[in-house]
């Protein structure tokens, strides 16, 4: 079976940096996603990583270990507009993705 | 390119009522899967096709019936409808690594 295990809330300050932290038990793997999803929206795609190693796009990071079959999203600069929910998924092959049950990020002020 | 279409947005059936959610795709994407959404219980995959007249059961599949007779279209049947089956369900599309969600159907089975 899958799983992919994170964290359920996570409360950080405008302005900071948050890492929202995944693990995952899959029988086979060939990357890790993560998405963005806004109350009342549809999920949408922030970042991929199928090799080892940190992918930046703007103020969001993404970071992969296969040997520790362990990812995390790095939010920097973080704005009232990033609360939201996140979800890391695996791409196991040829069956759709496998998603976990999602990281509620809050954003005070 | 309109990308991932779903219809309709809301729906309020009896309990033992079919219908069917529709889903449609103009990006040419050989992936197509149907998710549904519960609070706290994140996207569980109910079936998915990998190409038109193919179709697979996910992690939900019970209660649920799909069809898949052209690359564009993924139609999601209920059976007969459960308050169980209460849900936001998502249509995705994907070329490979990347799904791309239609706006969700909010559905509501008294």
């Known amino acids: 079976g899958q799983s992919l295990e994170q964290p359920s809330e996570v409360t950080a300050v405008e302005g900071a940096i948050v890492q929202i932290n995944c693990t995952y038990q899959?029988?086979?793997?060939?990357?890790l996603s993560w998405y963005q999803q806004h109350d009342g929206g549809a999920p949408t795609f922030l970042s991929y990583n199928a090799l080892d190693g940190l992918e930046e796009t703007g103020r969001f990071s993404s970071f992969l270990s296969r040997s520790d079959s362990y990812g995390y999203l790095l939010l920097q600069e973080l704005q009232m507009k990033d609360s939201a929910s996140y979800f890391c998924?695996?791409?196991?092959?040829?069956?759709?993705?496998?998603f976990g049950k999602g990281t509620r990020l809050s954003v005070i002020a | 390119n309109a990308g991932v279409t779903q219809t309709p947005k809301f729906q309020v059936l009896k309990t033992g009522q079919s219908m069917t959610l529709q889903c449609a795709q103009d990006?040419?994407?050989?992936?197509m899967s149907w998710y549904r959404q519960d609070p706290g219980m994140g996207l569980r995959l109910i079936h998915y096709s990998v190409g038109a007249g193919i179709t697979d059961q996910g992690e939900v599949p019970n209660g649920y019936n799909v069809s898949r007779s052209t690359t564009e279209d993924f139609p999601l049947r209920l059976l007969s409808a459960a308050p169980s089956q209460t849900s936001v369900y998502f249509c995705a599309s994907s070329p490979r690594e990347t799904q791309y969600f239609g706006p969700g159907t909010r559905l509501l089975v008294l």
């Open positions: 990006m040419n994407h050989e992936y």
């Open positions: 998924a695996v791409n196991s092959g040829n069956t759709p993705l496998v």
């Open positions: 899959t029988s086979g793997f060939y990357g």
